[in-house]
């Protein structure tokens, strides 16, 4: 699971370095502000994730077993869920999608 973990962990990071180039760059222009902060938001919580799941990596190779799977699992279940809706809600500017970002975070905080 180390690995996976690692490979997810850098895709994040591929991620969050590419939405924040986007945003950036792209978006700046084209969202309210309040929008732009949200899906700066939304890139900020992946890296931080990213590199939480790296150690999750990282303690999954010294300590084999289910509560670092479970971890693992959770924290990239949990930066789907919670980045995904609010670039979701950034992007698209539909509120009800901010309503699904609890269940994200429940995920993050459980990892």
């Given at each position: 699971m180390d690995r996976i973990f690692?490979?997810?962990a850098a895709l994040?990071?591929?991620g969050t370095?590419?939405?924040g180039a986007f945003g950036a760059h792209a978006l700046k222009a084209r969202l309210a502000p309040e929008?732009?902060?949200v899906?700066?938001?939304a890139a900020r919580y992946q890296m931080v994730h990213a590199l939480a799941l790296l150690a999750v990596a990282w303690a999954a190779a010294r300590w084999p077993g289910w509560r670092t799977?479970?971890?693992g699992v959770c924290l990239a279940a949990g930066t789907i869920v919670f980045c995904g809706s609010l670039y979701a809600l950034a992007l698209s500017?539909?509120?009800a999608?901010?309503?699904i970002a609890p269940i994200g975070g429940a995920l993050l905080i459980a990892g």
């Open positions: 690692a490979t997810v994040f990071g591929a370095v590419a939405a929008l732009l902060a899906f700066e938001t799977s479970a971890a500017g539909v509120r999608l901010g309503a």
